[in-house]
Structure formats: structure tokens, C-alpha cells
T-cell receptor
């Protein structure tokens, strides 16, 4: 059974049109991460939540925002997608820092 | 800055051989390391982890070795199978709630 669920698996959006990707978890984990992964590259951490505390990476563009309304759900908002934002977006959870992170299957975003 | 890197981008092996994938890290404060396997179009899948107070950990067909002196870890896969073909990432928990990934190594297993 899937424990970290990302919807949709594939998302096509228009250049400049806001888009939201969602992630839900059934593990009741404290930490939720969002990563961006471009082709043949390693996942790059955008930000994460520890409970309700938001931690942004210094080099994450302002175009990327996140919301975590409750323990189970976390959203990635891209306010004005550019062509360079086309990538796989991965959500992960972990019980705590220093613990195994469980990944969802990702959402592949295409910007047209 | 923090960085975790891999020495070889692609490793090709024959089925049945043992595979060794290497990873170098630079943050001496890192205390937890994970190896992930990622198949095409899927999210990373946990393989094995190791904490900094250990130098070796074994799982089913996999072994991770950690050498803190030279900031190096490796993943050994015994009797490699075609189903092992994937990209392998090492990831480093830096202690600042971050899980940082290395570059990745593509493992190709031929019958």
C-alpha cells in the first residue's frame, strides 16, 4: 500500500499559469520534504516542514511556495512556472531528522 | 558548502557479478547516510542506511561500508541481477534536517 501519495503523476501546465502539486502521507511522520529532480540529476531539496515549521533552502526561488495544512498533506505551489521548472517533483516524509525518508512516486511537470 | 558526490556516473556489470558503487561526502558533521535505488519514472526507494558510529552494515545482498577518515561510503551488491539496474544515490543527513543527495550512479546489468 502506498504510504506517500503524490497527485497527479503527470501535470501539464502553461507557462506562467500557477500550478499546485499535492502530497499526502499515511505514516503520520513529522517531516515532509519537497525535492526537484531534473533529468539525469540528483534530487534537489527545495524546502521541508518539521511539523508546522517551514524550512526553505537558501537557493529555492521565490516562485516556489509550500503549504502544510495538517500532518497528512503538503502542497507545492509554483506561482509562475517557467520552462526551466519542468522536472520531476518528489515528496518525501520521515519520522524525524536522521531517519529514513520515504518517497512518493513523484509528479512529472511539463511546462508548455 | 555541503556536497555529496559519486566517482562513477555509469557502472556496467554482468549478471552474477558483484557491484560496488562509491560515494564521497564532504560534511564531516553528517551522522547518517542512506543508499537509494531509483528506477526510471519512479521515486527513490530505500536500500540500506548506516549511522556514523558504524563502519559496516549488511542487508540482503547489499552491504554498506563507511570510512569516516576519508569521508567515503560504498554500496556493495552481491550477485547482481538485471532487476538491480537503476540509478543509485547516496544521501547524507547533515544534521540540519536536510537530506542531501549525491550525483548518482547508473548501474547497468547485462545478462
Amino acid at each position: 500500500d502506498a504510504m506517500v501519495i503524490q497527485n497527479p503523476r503527470y501535470q501539464v501546465t502553461q507557462f506562467g499559469k500557477p500550478v499546485t502539486l499535492s502530497c499526502s502521507q499515511t505514516l503520520n511522520h513529522n517531516v515532509m520534504y519537497w525535492y526537484q529532480q531534473k533529468s539525469s540529476q540528483a534530487p534537489k531539496l527545495l524546502f521541508h516542514y518539521y511539523d508546522k515549521d517551514f524550512n526553505n533552502e537558501a537557493d529555492t526561488p521565490d516562485n516556489f511556495q509550500s503549504r502544510r495544512p495538517n500532518t497528512s498533506f503538503c502542497f507545492l505551489d509554483i506561482r509562475s512556472p517557467g520552462l526551466g521548472d519542468a522536472a520531476m517533483y518528489l515528496c518525501a516524509t520521515s519520522r524525524d531528522t536522521g531517519a529514513e525518508a520515504f518517497f512518493g512516486q513523484g509528479t512529472r511537470l511539463t511546462v508548455v | 558548502g555541503e556536497s555529496v558526490g559519486l566517482h562513477l556516473p555509469t557502472l556496467s556489470v554482468q549478471e552474477g557479478d558483484n557491484s560496488i558503487i562509491n560515494c564521497a561526502y564532504s560534511n564531516s558533521a553528517s551522522d547518517y547516510f542512506i543508499w537509494y535505488k531509483q528506477e526510471s519514472g519512479k521515486g527513490p526507494q530505500f536500500i540500506i542506511d548506516i549511522r556514523s558510529n558504524m563502519d559496516k552494515r549488511q542487508g540482503q545482498r547489499v552491504t554498506v561500508l563507511l570510512n569516516k577518515t576519508v569521508k567515503h561510503l560504498s554500496l556493495q551488491i552481491a550477485a547482481t541481477q538485471p532487476g538491480d539496474s537503476a540509478v543509485y544515490f547516496c544521501a547524507e543527513n547533515t544534521g540540519f534536517q536536510k537530506l542531501v543527495f549525491g550525483t548518482g550512479t547508473r548501474l547497468l546489468v547485462s545478462p
